[in-house]
């Protein structure tokens, strides 16, 4: 296989890449946005139970600090707070 050279090897790259990301990224599994907007509206008490409640079930990880999906909740729950989120 002949070596590419750098200027073959980016515009391979570049041919790789997907052009434009609209809408949800298949693959990635965001968390409900329903949970959101029912702490936004209930409180942290609220957000509590639902832990204490699904004490070991993964769906509700995100709750958790240490999940990467976690900063996406509190986001989410921040833009209802102020009335800008979506379901």
Do not use: C, W
Not at 4 to 18: G, K, R, W
Not at 55 to 80: I, Q
């Amino acid at each position: 296989m002949p070596a590419l050279d750098a200027e073959s090897a980016e515009e391979q790259f570049s041919n790789d890449q997907p052009k434009s990301m609209s809408g949800p990224i298949i693959g990635i599994i965001y968390p409900p946005p329903e949970t959101a907007s029912f702490v936004a509206r209930n409180g942290p008490e609220f957000e509590a139970r639902i832990r204490q409640n699904e004490l070991g079930n993964p769906k509700f990880n995100f709750l958790n600090g240490g999940d990467p999906y976690h900063a996406y909740y509190r986001h989410k729950v921040n833009e209802f707070r102020e009335g800008n989120g979506k379901i």
